[in-house]
């Protein structure tokens, strides 16, 4: 069993910037990659960012590309979101995700095995 629990969501004007936390805890030591997707109201949840945990290799969705930084740190078990340039279409609840499966396409849902409950990021204009 793994617990995903993230934190640092908030409010924030256009422009702005957070930084989103993920701790895991539980049995995370075949853990292979964490990931960051958001759903905001009414739509799909959607992939944002994923980072491999033992080469710390990184994805992005094209949406966040030069704006939004993963990173981890192994002696926490935990990942971090860094989001700078903030807009209002980045409004959405955050998720957490962790994958204990190789070969994965970390940037699709399916990848995933466990889940946080999210975090809301709203982003005023």
């Known amino acids: 069993q793994v617990q995903l629990v993230e934190t640092g969501g908030g409010l924030v004007q256009a422009g702005g910037s957070l930084r989103l936390s993920c701790a895991a805890s539980?049995?995370?030591?075949?853990?292979?990659?964490m990931g960051w997707f958001r759903q905001a109201p009414g739509k799909e949840r959607e992939f944002v960012s994923a980072i491999t945990w033992i080469t710390s290799t990184t994805y992005y969705a094209d949406s966040v590309k030069g704006r939004f930084t993963i990173s981890r740190d192994n002696a926490k078990t935990t990942v971090y979101l860094q989001m700078n340039s903030l807009k209002p279409e980045d409004t959405a609840v955050y998720y957490c995700?962790?994958?204990?499966?190789?070969?994965?396409?970390?940037?699709?849902?399916?990848?995933?095995?466990?889940w946080g409950q999210g975090t809301q990021v709203t982003v005023s204009s």
């Open positions: 995700a962790a994958g204990f499966r190789y070969g994965n396409n970390w940037k699709r849902i399916g990848s995933y095995d466990f």
């Open positions: 539980g049995r995370t030591f075949s853990m292979h990659a």
